[in-house]
Antibody, heavy 123, light 112 residues
């Protein structure tokens, strides 16, 4: 069954590093047809793209977060991960992982989403 | 403030037609980059609704359609149903932000 599932701590202290993992089932993250991305949504607000990674190792990050974010993938476990350092309260959000496709389009789109995980930044 | 501008809210009665606009600029929609749309029922993950300006994924009713012209795009919903009440987001690419995927601020659709 095609599925993405986020996992990680629900509470992180300010100034620490947030680490999340997205476990993928039903499709290989080694496929050259997809990127794998992270999107977040602060409570009551809209969606914000964080970054994306391809099997080849190519990564793209939101310029506003680039200095604090890294995304990696582990093909042996078929999962990819997000790290955000120097966390502040402004990073409190639901974090979604998603698959990106380019089929019949010229801009990558998010065609499959995880259910999301709420991360709260608080001491 | 989002690079892509959407109205905060729209509403319509069951059976009516509503449209949601997504206004960009010459560095995103106006540059020819595709627009995609997502539907998000409160408390759930976003769901792909329209991709590549006007394509519907399998399972999305043909009551939903997308279009693009100039620096703007639109999502149209005909035969409005109670289950359509949700938040809707447009998404594209902006070349002025060191290459960034951008979302609209979202539009809350209320079915009266």
């Amino acid at each position: 069954q095609l599925q993405l599932q986020e996992s990680g701590p629900g509470l992180v202290k300010p100034s620490e590093t947030l680490s999340l993992t997205c476990s993928v089932s039903g499709v290989s993250i080694s496929s050259i047809s997809y990127y794998w991305g992270w999107v977040r949504q602060p409570p009551g607000k809209g969606l914000e793209w964080i970054g994306s990674i391809h099997y080849s190792g190519t990564t793209y990050y939101n310029p506003s977060l680039k200095s604090r974010v890294s995304i990696s993938l582990d093909t042996s476990k078929n999962h990819f991960s997000l790290k955000v350092n120097s966390i502040t309260a402004a990073d409190t959000a639901v974090y979604y992982c998603a698959r990106e496709s380019l089929e019949m389009a010229t801009v990558w789109y998010f065609d499959l989403w995880g259910r999301g995980t709420l991360v709260t930044v608080s001491s | 403030q989002s690079v892509l501008t959407q109205p905060p809210s729209v509403s319509g009665a069951p059976g009516q037609r509503v449209t949601i606009s997504c206004t960009g600029s010459s560095s995103n929609i106006g540059a020819g980059f595709d627009v995609h749309w997502y539907q998000q029922v409160p408390g759930t993950a976003p769901k792909l609704l329209i991709y590549g300006n006007n394509n519907r994924p399998s399972g999305v009713p043909d009551r939903f359609s997308g279009s693009k012209s100039g620096t703007s795009a639109s999502l149209a919903i005909t035969g409005l149903q109670a289950e359509d009440e949700a938040d809707y987001y447009c998404h594209s690419y902006d070349s002025s932000l060191s290459g960034s995927k951008v979302f609209g601020g979202g539009t809350k659709l209320t079915v009266l």
